[in-house]
């Protein structure tokens, strides 16, 4: 933002330097953007109407002061400046609003004072794997999904740790992430999808190189995926679940047991229900029968407990982490909880002390943004699941992802599809009779991309120019590669406006490639074909590619996440736990 830099002051209080510039007599208190403190001054008319901090009344000019912290903004209609409300109550009713669970909900309360905590905050790269996936293309709307990795670190680095968490010859051991779940959120903000992936879970951790120490860590097949965090940090975690579900991962925050703890007390404790009295010594959760609000350590005994529900394995124990995350996004939202300012300044401290986060998300402004994002999510549309699983032929205390469930949750992910089913089906004219309105072949221009190298497969050389050569065969002779480096697992067909709609179609039909891999995209500015990961050989598209008809349910009916995966609805209020024979009292 420009600054007139003039510190000189008149007779009246105003810099001498200012009355030149036009600064007006108004003098007005204004917060100004969120990452701006308080500030007060003399204002003056600014060309350059500024959208983010427009406040969506038509006829308000954006004014600067020269305050010596920065700029500060107020607006002229020819009536005295507002007062905007104070802070704590502007940060008060955000949290009202805000789609949050332990994490994310806790994270955003630093903007009370954020100066201070944005030192609190620890910050990793995203990604220490060596290949990565490309970035989300934008929907036609310019939309594009987020896709958030929350992580809970078993870390005793602290001695706050080692009395939470207990096993004091764990002290200096590198953590373990424990509790791992992959955050959707859908393009439109409509809905927002959950998985857990039990910590037992063997994959494939990917080569990283950890960036402390300069340290590579050889790909593995035989190591849980908990032990990812053990291989440079969260961006190797980060790197073996883009391995794993072909999800480009845009950010992560990771937390230890200490926040855990300092967050429920924050947040006056959060109700959780189990169907018999249960006392598991290991975690020390001793609960009876029925609903029991857990506050404190009760909070971290009741989300790391392993032994005390269902079957005693970590299954039961994320189905207890979406109960309990369930109930406190509830909560959030009907405003019952973080009234007092003096909750929120311990929540934001707690938090940020707690978190690591990845480089782009290492500003509680940040941090504030994405909460704002997700906060639009309607509670009742927040489904949280656990992978569909098969018990691993190596090793019988690990699981591995079931080859068909889990393959369907990916590719709805990755195609963007709800979990509920309750995605809105567009009123769309056939397939059929589009690619009848097509342009001829030979008058559509076709670009065509490699992205068959991906986390877990080198790039097949010449891809894209083997692709282009068949469909020059087909008559689209304007067919050509583009060399751009492109990852990713679908492979799809791009275009940039209503009316090549039936040109991508046509494409589409020629290979092979199924009507749902077809998407309009701000990204592009003619027909794109991206050759991925699904598509590694052969001149026409492989049909049982793609895992499943990604959202195309049975009979034109929006798909939903299989009974498998055990989805648990936000608007879910009955949910209880069923408790492990072996601990009950």
Request: hydrophobic share 35%; with cysteine.
């Amino acid at each position: 933002m420009r600054r007139s830099g003039v510190r000189g002051s008149g007779a009246d209080g105003r810099p001498d330097r200012a009355r030149e510039l036009g600064w007006d007599d108004t003098l007005y208190e204004d917060a100004g953007p969120p990452d701006m403190p308080r500030q007060r001054g003399y204002a003056r008319h600014a060309d350059d109407h500024d959208p983010r901090y427009h406040d969506g009344h038509d006829g308000y000019d954006r004014h600067r002061s020269d305050g010596p912290e920065g700029a500060a903004y107020g607006y002229d209609d020819g009536r005295p400046p507002r007062r905007r409300p104070g802070r704590a109550l502007r940060v008060a009713r955000w949290f009202f609003g805000i789609v949050a669970f332990l994490i994310l909900g806790a994270a955003a309360a630093g903007y009370l004072f954020y100066r201070d905590l944005n030192n609190n905050l620890e910050k990793d790269p995203l990604n220490l794997g060596k290949n990565k996936l490309d970035e989300k293309q934008p929907n036609a709307d310019g939309q594009t999904p987020l896709d958030i990795l929350l992580l809970g670190s078993d870390s005793r680095n602290s001695e706050e740790n080692v009395r939470l968490g207990g096993s004091h010859d764990d002290v200096g051991r590198k953590p373990l992430a424990d509790v791992q779940m992959l955050l959707h959120v859908s393009a439109d903000r409509s809905n927002m999808s959950v998985v857990s992936v039990p910590r037992d879970t063997r994959v494939t951790i990917p080569e990283c190189t950890d960036p402390d120490d300069g340290e590579v860590y050889p790909e593995t097949t035989t190591e849980t995926i908990n032990t990812s965090l053990q291989h440079g940090g969260p961006g190797c975690t980060v790197a073996a679940w883009e391995t794993l579900t072909g999800v480009s991962i845009d950010h992560f925050m990771m937390i230890d047991f200490a926040g855990v703890v300092s967050m429920a007390d924050a947040v006056g404790g959060v109700p959780v229900c189990v169907r018999d009295n249960v006392d598991d010594p290991d975690s020390g959760l001793r609960l009876e029968k029925g609903e029991t609000t857990v506050k404190g350590e009760q909070a971290l005994q009741w989300l790391r407990t392993r032994h005390g529900f269902e079957d005693g394995s970590d299954i039961g124990r994320t189905h207890a982490q979406h109960q309990y995350m369930n109930s406190m996004a509830r909560q959030l939202k009907e405003g019952t909880k973080l009234t007092d300012p003096g909750k929120l300044r311990a929540l934001a401290v707690a938090a940020t002390n707690a978190l690591t986060v990845d480089e782009e998300l290492g500003s509680v402004k940040e941090l504030y943004d994405l909460a704002n994002e997700i906060k639009r999510v309607p509670a009742e549309r927040i489904t949280m699941t656990t992978m569909p699983w098969a018990q691993d032929p190596q090793n019988s205390a690990h699981v591995i992802p079931n080859e068909q469930d889990a393959a369907q949750i990916w590719s709805m992910l990755r195609n963007d599809v709800a979990f509920d089913g309750k995605d809105k089906p567009g009123k769309k004219k056939p397939a059929e009779d589009l690619v009848a309105e097509a342009e001829p072949k030979a008058d559509i221009p076709v670009v065509v991309q490699n992205g068959t190298g991906t986390a877990t497969y080198a790039p097949v050389t010449g891809r894209a120019g083997a692709i282009a050569q068949v469909l020059v065969g087909e008559g689209f002779t304007q067919a050509a590669t583009d060399a751009t480096p492109k990852a990713q697992a679908d492979t799809t067909v791009t275009y940039a406006t209503p009316e090549q709609h039936a040109n991508a179609l046509a494409v589409a039909k020629a290979i092979g490639l199924p009507d749902r891999a077809v998407k309009q995209s701000v990204g592009v500015d003619r027909v794109t074909l991206v050759i991925g990961a699904d598509w590694r050989e052969g001149d026409a598209y492989p049909e049982t590619a793609g895992g499943d008809d990604g959202g195309k349910g049975g009979k034109g009916e929006p798909e939903k996440a299989p009974e498998s995966a055990n989805p648990l609805a936000g608007s879910n209020k009955k949910a209880c736990m069923d408790v492990n024979p072996a601990y009950t009292w």
